[in-house]
């Protein structure tokens, strides 16, 4: 596997396990933050492509408020974030994490 799908399912993983650690929701700019803060230096363009990936997956919604992006997790999306469910394109969390 390329270094940069590594990187892509990693960087999705950390976006559903953070939404799950805000109750569910926040904007492209917290979550730039926060992937930020776990050692992920992205563009706010490459967040919102990583947010309307997870979009088409089912695992997030989006709603756009004022040239933000607004994403909120469904209920597959902490299934994966846990671990419970699997979907090819996102990191799996370690066991116990």
Known sequence: MAYQDL???DQ???ILRSLTDVNG?????????MLDAYGH???RDQVKTHLYWLSEQ?????ESVLNTDV??????????????ARVPG???PRPGA
Do not use: P
């Open 7 to 9: 990187l892509n399912q």
């Open 12 to 14: 999705r993983l950390v």
């Open 25 to 33: 929701t926040a904007n492209d700019s917290i979550i730039n933050k």
């Open 41 to 43: 230096r992205l563009s």
């Open 58 to 62: 089912g695992l997030v919604e989006i």
């Open 71 to 84: 994403a909120t997790i469904t209920s597959r999306g902490v299934d994966v974030a846990q671990g419970r």
């Open 90 to 92: 996102i990191g799996q």
